[in-house]
C-alpha cells in the first residue's frame, strides 16, 4: 500500500491538533476551573528548580485556588453551627447603669393636695447580669443540627477537593511530560531531516540524484522546523499552567524531575472499584450529609410550630448610689406557645420539602455517576492498554523502516521520496505513542479520583520519586 507525502503529512497534522485539543481538555478537571489557579508562594530564584510529581502535587495541596477557596467553606460552615448552637447555650450580658431623673405624677395621673406633682430630682445605680437560656425549643435543637450535618459536608467537601487538586496537578504533570515528549521527538525528526538534507546536497553535488530530492529534502526540513517552533511553544506553555496551578513564585524556572515509569493497571475488578468508590468517595459522603441536613431542617420547621421554654433571670445591685445599692434578682420561666403565624410555618414546609426532594435526587444522581464513571475509566483503561502496546510496537516498526529507507537512498536505489514517507511515518507513529502513554497514565490517575483515593493512592498508580 503507497501512501502519498501530502495525505501523510494531512494525517500527520490532523493527529498533532486532535492531540493537542485532547491534552488541553484532559489538563481540566470538568465543570471546576479554580483548579487551575493557585496563589503564588515565595521569590522566584534564577536557579532552575527541579520539580518532582510528589513536589507538584504536595504544592497543589498547599496553594491551590480550589483547595484554599473549600478551607474556607469549611470555616464559614463551622461558624454557621456556632451561630446556631447560641441558641440552645446561655447568652449572658451584664449592664452598669446610673441614672438621675425627675418623675412627674401629674403624668400618671396622680394629683393628690400636699404632694408636689414633680419628684426628683434622684439617682439610680443598677448593675446586674442578665442570662437567658433555652430549656426547650425543637426548632433550635433541629437547627444546630442540621448546620452539624453541613459542616460534616462541607469537611467532605474539602477532602474531595483535595482528591480533585492532586488530579489536576497530576494531569498538569502529565501534560508537561508529553509535551516535552512531543517536543524532543520534533528536535530529533529536525536532526534527521537537517542530515537528510545534507546528504541529498552531497549526493545532488555528485550527480547521483536529481534537484527534486534536494528541494524535497528542504521542504522537509521546512516543516519540521515549523514543528519544532510549536512543540516547543506547547511545552513552554503547559509548563506556566502547571506552575499556576501549583502556586510556584511567579517568574520560576523549573524542570521536571521525574520520568514517569511505565506502571501496570492496578488490579482491581470493576466490581470492587464501585464498591471502594460508593464507600470512599467524599463527594457522596457529602451529598448524602446535605440531604440529612435537609431533613433536618424540616423537623426545625416542624418545631417551629410547637411550643417552646425559655428561662430568663437576672442578678445585681440596685440602689440610689453604688454604696448602698442592694442585691436584687429576677427568675422567669416562659412558655411560648404559636397560635397563628400566617402561614409562616406551611412555607417552611413546603420549602424544606422541596430541599428534601432535591438532595435526595443529587445523592441518587451522584450515586448513578459514580457508576457511570467507573465503567468509563475502566473502558479507558483498556483501551489505552491496547494503544500503548501497538504505539510501541508502531514505533520500532516506522523507525527500522526509516533506517532501511536511508540505506536505500545512500546507496541510490531509490529517490527520498521513500525516506521523506518514512520521516512521516516516524513522526506518527511517535505521536500515537506519546498519545497512547499519556492516555493510560492519565486513566489511572482518573481511576484514583474516581475510587475517591486520589490522595492516597495516584503516586503508586503513576510511579515517579518520593
Do not use: C
Request: aromatic share 6%.
Amino acid at each position: 500500500m503507497t501512501i502519498s507525502v501530502t495525505s501523510s503529512r494531512t494525517l500527520l497534522t490532523l493527529t498533532i491538533l486532535t492531540l493537542t485539543t485532547t491534552l488541553s481538555a484532559r489538563a481540566q478537571v470538568p465543570g471546576q476551573t479554580r483548579f487551575l489557579g493557585g496563589v503564588p508562594s515565595g521569590t522566584a530564584t534564577t536557579e532552575t528548580l527541579g520539580l518532582s510529581l510528589t513536589d507538584a502535587i504536595q504544592r497543589a495541596l498547599e496553594h491551590n485556588l480550589g483547595v484554599l477557596m473549600s478551607e474556607h467553606a469549611v470555616e464559614a460552615t463551622r461558624g454557621a453551627r456556632w451561630r446556631a448552637l447560641s441558641e440552645l447555650l446561655p447568652n449572658v450580658d451584664g449592664r452598669v447603669g446610673e441614672a438621675r431623673q425627675t418623675i412627674s405624677l401629674a403624668a400618671y395621673g396622680l394629683t393628690l393636695p400636699g404632694i408636689p406633682s414633680l419628684v426628683g430630682p434622684f439617682n439610680t445605680f443598677d448593675a446586674r447580669v442578665f442570662v437567658t437560656q433555652s430549656v426547650f425549643d425543637l426548632k433550635a435543637i433541629n437547627d444546630a443540627r442540621a448546620e452539624s450535618h453541613n459542616v460534616a459536608a462541607a469537611e467532605f467537601g474539602y477532602k474531595d477537593t483535595r482528591d480533585l487538586v492532586v488530579l489536576a496537578a497530576a494531569q498538569g504533570y502529565l501534560q508537561v511530560l508529553a509535551t516535552s515528549a512531543r517536543a524532543d521527538a520534533t528536535r530529533a525528526q529536525l536532526d534527521t531531516a537537517q542530515a537528510l538534507y545534507t546528504q541529498a546536497v552531497d549526493l545532488r553535488r555528485n550527480g547521483l540524484v536529481a534537484g527534486i530530492d534536494v528541494t524535497r529534502a528542504e521542504v522537509q526540513l521546512s516543516t519540521e522546523r515549523q514543528r519544532t517552533t510549536a512543540a516547543v511553544n506547547d511545552l513552554d506553555k503547559a509548563k506556566l499552567r502547571l506552575a499556576r496551578a501549583i502556586g510556584l513564585p511567579i517568574g520560576q524556572l523549573f524542570a521536571l524531575s521525574d520520568e514517569l515509569p511505565y506502571v501496570p493497571m492496578p488490579e482491581i475488578t470493576l466490581e470492587q472499584a464501585l464498591a471502594r468508590a460508593l464507600g470512599t468517595r467524599a463527594d457522596y459522603q457529602a451529598a448524602v450529609e446535605r440531604m440529612r441536613a435537609a431533613e433536618a431542617g424540616r423537623q426545625a420547621a416542624l418545631g417551629e410550630a410547637l411550643p417552646s421554654v425559655h428561662l430568663d433571670a437576672n442578678y445585681g445591685a440596685l440602689g440610689l448610689t453604688a454604696a448602698d445599692a442592694s442585691a436584687t434578682f429576677s427568675v422567669t420561666g416562659a412558655v411560648t406557645v404559636p397560635i397563628f403565624q400566617g402561614g409562616r410555618t406551611h412555607g417552611r414546609l413546603l420549602e424544606a420539602d422541596a430541599a428534601i426532594r432535591s438532595r435526595r435526587a443529587e445523592v441518587e444522581d451522584l450515586k448513578a455517576g459514580i457508576y457511570y464513571e467507573v465503567r468509563t475509566v475502566f473502558l479507558d483503561l483498556q483501551a489505552s492498554t491496547e494503544q500503548v502496546a501497538v504505539a510501541t510496537s508502531g514505533r520500532a516498526l516506522a523507525t527500522s523502516q526509516l533506517v532501511q529507507a536511508r540505506d536505500r537512498f545512500a546507496a541510490g536505489v531509490a529517490d527520498n521520496l521513500e525516506v521523506v514517507q518514512a520521516q512521516e511515518a516516524v513522526a506518527l507513529a511517535s505521536e500515537q505513542y506519546i498519545t497512547a502513554l499519556y492516555a493510560f497514565n492519565t486513566s489511572k490517575a482518573t481511576l484514583a479520583r474516581t475510587l475517591g483515593v486520589s490522595e492516597e493512592a495516584i503516586r503508586q498508580f503513576l510511579g515517579g520519586s518520593r
